[in-house]
């Protein structure tokens, strides 16, 4: 069997960025995955997709990520399983760096050899979306943090920051000078979690609250789904969402 890499062609640099080993298909038998990227003149690396190698055939299988979505300065891989088969998945983690420390993530399914993205950067920011989270600032140095779409809400103290917010978001009294709102983070942070000690594993979504601008965090939303089979989508534990300030 020829080796993908040997016969792979490319204007820049090809490097090999991560690489795992487990069963992604779903034959019991460890597959390789591998993480690939180009580097060209920019800091970070290009045109990263997915390679995997089938550890019964060693046939290769090249999965392409979203052209918008596929460049990170250092990215990496891990295989979990987020479905209730023993079949693991394999979640892309993308950092691109800002202030917001943003990081695109991917879940792919490669059961029986087939890829099927069950999570992109587009998606989970508009599942996220959907919660409708506000971020509204009160007198006395208080941050109202709340979701009507799960009927929660969350008070922040932000009294440690009054050196900061006298004379351009409160008087010297701790009124607001103006009616004012701060915003949540689209893009979260994620992290594969196992509740319980249980399988499938959870997702754990951490959300920064930003105040009057995205280097003003405030706090973060903490949130856990659960990717559900029978209707291939995530699904929010309501029981389970935690504020914390920063």
């Keep these: 069997?020829?080796?993908?890499?040997?016969?792979?062609?490319?204007?820049?640099?090809?490097?090999?960025?991560?690489?795992?080993i487990g069963d992604v298909n779903g034959d019991e038998i460890p597959d390789t995955v591998y993480l690939v990227g180009e580097k060209t003149e920019?800091?970070?690396y290009e045109n990263i997709k997915v390679i995997v190698q089938d550890g019964r055939t060693m046939q290769w299988y090249v999965i392409p990520l979203y052209a918008k979505y596929s460049m990170a300065y250092t990215p990496w891989l891990t295989l979990?399983?987020?479905?209730?088969?023993?079949?693991?998945?394999?979640?892309?983690?993308l950092p691109v760096g800002g202030s917001g420390a943003l990081t695109y993530y991917y879940v792919i399914s490669f059961f029986n050899n087939n890829a099927e993205y069950i999570l992109g950067p587009n998606q989970f920011m508009a599942l996220s979306e959907t919660l409708g989270f506000k971020v509204i600032y009160?007198?006395?140095?208080?941050?109202?943090?709340?979701?009507?779409?799960?009927?929660?809400?969350?008070?922040?103290?932000?009294?440690?920051?009054?050196?900061?917010?006298?004379?351009?978001?409160?008087?010297?009294?701790?009124?607001?000078?103006?009616?004012?709102e701060g915003f949540v983070i689209e893009f979260p942070h994620l992290n594969p979690i196992k509740i319980d000690g249980t399988v499938p594993y959870k997702l754990e979504a951490q959300h920064d609250i930003a105040g009057t601008s995205h280097a003003d965090q405030l706090g973060y939303i903490i949130l856990y789904w659960k990717y559900t089979g029978q209707n291939k989508s995530w699904v929010l534990d309501p029981e389970m969402f935690f504020v914390m300030l920063e």
């Design 42 to 44: 920019n800091p970070f």
């Design 1 to 20: 069997m020829n080796n993908y890499f040997d016969e792979y062609n490319s204007p820049h640099s090809t490097y090999i960025l991560d690489k795992q």
């Design 138 to 180: 009160m007198d006395n140095y208080r941050v109202l943090v709340k979701s009507e779409k799960l009927d929660q809400s969350y008070t922040l103290d932000v009294s440690a920051r009054k050196e900061v917010y006298e004379g351009t978001v409160y008087d010297k009294d701790g009124k607001l000078i103006e009616p004012r």
């Design 80 to 93: 979990v399983n987020f479905t209730n088969s023993n079949t693991k998945e394999i979640m892309v983690n």
